[in-house]
C-alpha cells in the first residue's frame, strides 16, 4: 500500500488530466489500478486532510495514465478488470469490454420469466467475459445455463469470473461455434441470448481507435451488412430450442427491423425489438412457434 495525503494526491490528479484524457477513464484507472473508488474518488476536496491509500505508486499509475493517452488502450485492458452490473470482471484482449447497453439483457429475460423459480435451462452464445451468463445464473439459482464461445481463451476467463463472482454450479461453459457445443440439448432449451458481432464492415472500419485497435475483431465484425452471424444463429436456433422457447439477440442501432423480419422468416412468433436506454431498438426477441 502507498499512502499520501489527499491534497497532494489532487495536485497531482490536476496535472494528469492536464494531459488529455477524460475524467470517467481517469476515475476508471484510480479504481482498477490503484484501489480508490470513484466514491472515495469524489469525496476527496471535502476531506482534503485526510491520508489516501493506494495498490500502486503515484509513479506506476501516472506510466499506466501515459500509456493509455499515447496508445488509447482502455483502461479496463491496461486492468485486466471492468465492472459490469454488480459484477467484477477479468477481461483481456481476447474478450470484448461488455457494454452498459447489453447489462438491460439480464433485465428483459427476468422480466419475461418472472423470476421464475423452475428448473429453466438457458444459453449463452459467444458468452466472451460471461457477463450475461453469469448474471443469469446467479440472479436464478434454480437455472442451468451453458454459455459458448468460439475462443477458448475467452471460455477460459468467463470460466474464472463464474468461479470468481459465486460459489454456485449452475453455469457450465463450453467452447464452439455458436450452438454446436449444445447437441446434447436439442430442442430443451428454454432461452438462448446472443450479443453477437454485428458491425457492418464499412462501420467497423471507422470504429474508434480504442475499439478497432484493442478488442477483438471476431467479436465485432459481422461481415459485409453486419448480420452474417445473427442470420446463422437465427437459423439454427429451431433446432435447440424448445417448442415456445424464447430468443434474445442484441443487435445494431439499425438493425432491428432486419432481425425481426428474420425471427419471422424462421417461424418465431411474439417478435418484438426492445429499446436501450438511449432508446435505440437494440434488442430482438421472439419465441419458436
Ligand atoms: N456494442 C458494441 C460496440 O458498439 C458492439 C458489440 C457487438 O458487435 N456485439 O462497440
Not at 8 to 31: A, E, P, T
Not at 198 to 217: G, M, R
Amino acid at each position: 500500500m502507498f499512502e499520501i495525503s489527499a491534497e497532494n494526491f489532487s495536485v497531482w490528479k490536476k496535472k494528469q488530466l492536464l494531459k488529455g484524457g477524460d475524467k470517467k477513464s481517469f476515475s476508471l484507472l484510480i479504481d482498477l489500478l490503484g484501489g480508490l473508488s470513484k466514491k472515495e474518488l469524489n469525496s476527496l476536496t471535502i476531506k482534503a486532510e485526510k491520508n489516501l491509500k493506494f495498490k500502486l505508486d503515484l509513479d506506476s499509475l501516472e506510466f499506466f495514465w501515459g500509456k493509455h493517452l499515447s496508445t488509447n488502450i482502455p483502461i479496463q485492458y491496461l486492468s485486466g478488470i471492468c465492472y459490469w452490473r454488480n459484477l467484477k470482471l477479468e477481461v483481456s484482449d481476447k474478450v470484448l469490454i461488455p457494454r452498459p447497453e447489453t447489462e438491460l439483457v439480464v433485465e428483459i429475460i427476468s422480466r419475461k420469466f418472472d423470476n421464475n423459480k423452475g428448473q429453466i435451462i438457458f444459453a449463452d452464445l459467444g458468452t466472451g467475459s460471461g457477463a450475461i451468463s453469469i448474471s443469469l445464473a446467479l440472479e436464478n439459482p434454480s437455472w442451468n445455463g451453458i454459455a459458448t464461445d468460439i475462443n477458448k481463451n475467452a471460455v477460459e476467463i468467463a470460466s474464472r469470473n463464474f468461479a470468481n463472482n459465486s460459489n454456485q454450479s449452475n453455469l457450465k461453459f463450453y467452447s464452439g461455434n455458436w450452438w454446436e457445443p449444445l447437441t446434447y440439448l436439442k430442442g430443451e432449451i428454454d432461452f438462448a441470448v446472443a450479443n453477437p458481432p454485428y458491425i457492418p464492415k464499412n462501420t467497423y472500419e471507422e470504429l474508434p481507435i480504442e475499439v478497432k485497435n484493442f478488442e477483438p475483431k471476431n467479436a465485432l465484425l459481422g461481415g459485409e451488412d453486419g448480420l452474417d452471424h445473427v442470420r446463422e444463429i437465427v437459423k439454427y436456433a429451431p433446432l435447440y430450442l424448445k417448442e415456445k422457447g424464447w430468443l434474445l439477440i442484441e443487435n445494431h442501432f439499425d438493425q432491428g427491423a432486419r432481425v425481426k423480419q428474420l425471427f419471422i422468416e424462421n417461424q418465431f412468433t411474439d417478435v418484438e425489438v426492445l429499446k436501450d436506454l438511449s432508446g435505440i431498438g437494440r434488442f430482438t426477441i421472439g419465441r419458436y412457434k
